[in-house]
């Protein structure tokens, strides 16, 4: 550890001011990489023995956001933040952690990452010692969330996960620890992006739960004695808070979810084995260490490149961790860059290495949006603009009667529109209000839900899909869940391929494993009420059951696989109950059984 150490009581800061800070709209988050520089003070090895060479590092501003840094007479570097020897725990915590947690409040993700050579401090700004003020930044990033989220009308579900990629492989700090080879793969897909397959996900409720976990991964980190560091890190390690968050919008009252992540990143510190003595296991773990942050040199390089126009292929797949990283580094992320450095003489070309890299990184552009259902942002977007219209034309229509008002220090916009302008603003109103629907956005949800649903033609001609008992398809997208509805008509209706010989299937269904006449279902009062045109049929349950109609095909009912039960019938049966999964086929349809339209509650459990 760096510095003469002092514990005592944590001072966690004025508690409501940082609320506050928390609670406001950035309009400040698409930008570039904010990057903060550290500087610890000398430790005890370089001032005992006099190895150090004498402080050559200073930060003369006033305040961190001077930004100044000098080392050695060379031309001064400027960074968004710069941190003096002197500087606090909380004091880093206040400029950078508590904007990460805006961030991830609002619905953005948010990253931060230590760099810097091994021994810089990197480690002791992130984590720090618990119970003192020494305190690091990912504890009281912890705290202040659940803080943040109890006094918070929004509901929140909080998750966490540990790892580290030691010798560019990924290891689960939460796992039980019995197997330390059971080693984890990235995968990259369209709904989760790259992600880390297997990773356990700690639910948190509490500060006091993410500190214990915190404290339970951070043991099982991989760590050894170098000549610099008794305790240094030989792996880059990745804490993540997931955070779901559901909320009323102001502007429609209706229910929205948002998604955020933050991803605290501690990476290991560049090092030079002649310096440190590595040999052996450590020479290697150095080696790798160095390799990936080699490559995160190249990417950052390229991506300055990128942000000036240029084309220029970013080569994140060449090391694990620049590919874990990829969205904090240039995607949808509000990235913060905590570059630690070493003040003495001994350490130049380390320290230099590392403020050119800093300098680097401030030029990359990140893209955070936020993230919650497009569908329903559009939409309020849509409801915010009408709103917006409705404003303007009443002030012209106020505006236009020509009484004037002839106190009035001056004459509005609105006032001034020409007849134009005004026919102008009321098409675009119309085309607002097409879109929206005429009940305005509870309307528009409604159809946009229905729009989606397929329309399911029996013998030539429609059905209206809200009858019941019906199949309703489920799938991963969410755009495409409920979107197709299958109204059980009938006594015996029937599910099977198309083109088939005879009587037509009800429902026609082709595709691997599907037979031509896959199976049937037997309803006691007819089906659904479409069938007889009484409408008050709907109201009642009738008793379902499915039936195979093929010794070869393949249908499950709540992962029951109906063609490998007992049965003395040739032909095995189930009855069905609301809200009951049918499979039919290899996963090729994937349904709910409903007699009644489902509730939010029944929609939350599916």
Not at 414 to 431: G, I, P, V
Not at 532 to 546: A, E, F, L, Q
Request: net charge negative; glycine share 10%; proline share 2%.
């Amino acid at each position: 550890m760096v510095g003469e150490i002092t514990l005592g009581d944590t001072d966690w800061g004025n508690e409501e001011a940082q609320l506050d800070k928390v609670r406001e709209v950035s309009s400040n988050i698409s930008s570039n990489i904010r990057v903060a520089l550290r500087c610890r003070p000398p430790n005890k090895r370089e001032l005992a023995g006099g190895e150090g060479g004498g402080v050559i590092v200073k930060v003369p501003g006033k305040q961190a956001s001077d930004g100044l840094v000098e080392v050695d007479g060379n031309s001064p570097f400027t960074f968004d933040l710069a941190f003096p020897m002197e500087t606090t725990q909380l004091e880093v915590f206040e400029n950078i952690g508590i904007d990460i947690v805006n961030c991830a409040f609002h619905g953005y993700n948010a990253s931060l990452f230590a760099y810097g050579q091994t021994s810089s401090g990197k480690s002791f700004s992130m984590m720090g010692i618990a119970g003192s003020d020494l305190v690091g930044i990912i504890p009281r990033i912890s705290r202040l969330l659940f803080i943040a989220s109890k006094k918070s009308e929004k509901s929140f579900l909080i998750e966490t996960s540990y790892l580290e990629i030691y010798n560019e492989k990924l290891r689960d700090l939460l796992s039980d620890g019995t197997n330390n080879e059971n080693y984890l793969k990235i995968r990259e897909n369209v709904q989760l992006g790259v992600h880390v397959e297997g990773l356990n996900k700690e639910v948190v409720e509490s500060s006091e739960e993410t500190l214990a976990v915190i404290d339970h991964g951070f043991k099982q980190r991989t760590t050894a004695a170098t000549l610099y560091n008794s305790e240094s890190s030989r792996s880059h390690a990745v804490f993540e808070i997931n955070i779901k968050a559901k909320y009323k919008d102001v502007a429609t009252g209706e229910d929205m979810v948002s998604s955020s992540r933050i991803a605290l990143i501690d990476l290991a510190g560049s090092e030079r084995s002649d310096k440190l003595g590595s040999k052996g296991a450590a020479l290697k773990e150095g080696n790798n260490i160095n390799k990936s942050l080699t490559v995160l040199g190249r990417c950052i390089r390229a991506l300055v490149e990128v942000a000036k126009g240029k084309k220029t292929s970013v080569p994140f797949r060449e090391s694990v961790l620049t590919w874990y990283l990829r969205d904090s580094l240039s995607g949808n992320a509000r990235t913060t860059m905590l570059a630690a450095c070493s003040p003495v003489a001994s350490n130049i070309e380390e320290t230099l290495s590392t403020l050119r890299y800093a300098d680097s990184a401030k030029s990359i552009k990140t893209a955070a949006v936020k993230n919650e259902d497009p569908a329903q942002a559009k939409i309020r977007e849509l409801n915010s603009e009408l709103e917006e219209l409705k404003r303007r034309l009443e002030e012209a229509e106020q505006g236009g009667g020509g009484g004037g008002g002839g106190g009035r220090s001056s004459v509005t916009d609105a006032q001034k529109m020409s007849n134009d302008e005004k026919e102008s603003l009321m098409e675009e109103l119309a085309r607002q209000m097409e879109m929206l629907g005429e009940g305005g956005f509870t309307s528009s949800k409604l159809n946009a839900s229905k729009s989606r649903r397929t329309s399911v033609v029996f013998n030539g001609t429609g059905v209206d899909t809200d009858q019941f008992p019906m199949l309703t398809c489920l799938s991963k997208d969410t755009m495409l869940n409920h979107a197709m509805a299958i109204p059980i008509i009938g006594n015996n209706f029937k599910i099977g391929r198309s083109g088939v010989s005879g009587e037509k299937n009800g429902f026609e269904l082709d595709g691997m494993g599907i037979q031509a006449r896959h199976c049937s279902f037997h309803s006691s009062n007819g089906g659904a009420a479409a069938a007889t045109g009484d409408k008050k049929n709907n109201s009642k349950k009738p008793t379902m059951k499915v039936s195979l109609c093929s010794a070869n095909a393949a249908v499950y009912v709540n992962g029951v696989a109906m063609h490998e039960m007992d049965s003395d019938d040739d032909t095995p049966s189930l009855t069905l109950q609301h809200l009951d999964r049918v499979v039919l086929g290899p996963c090729r349809l994937v349904c709910i059984y409903l007699t009644q339209p489902m509730t939010q509650e029944d929609k939350d459990f599916w």
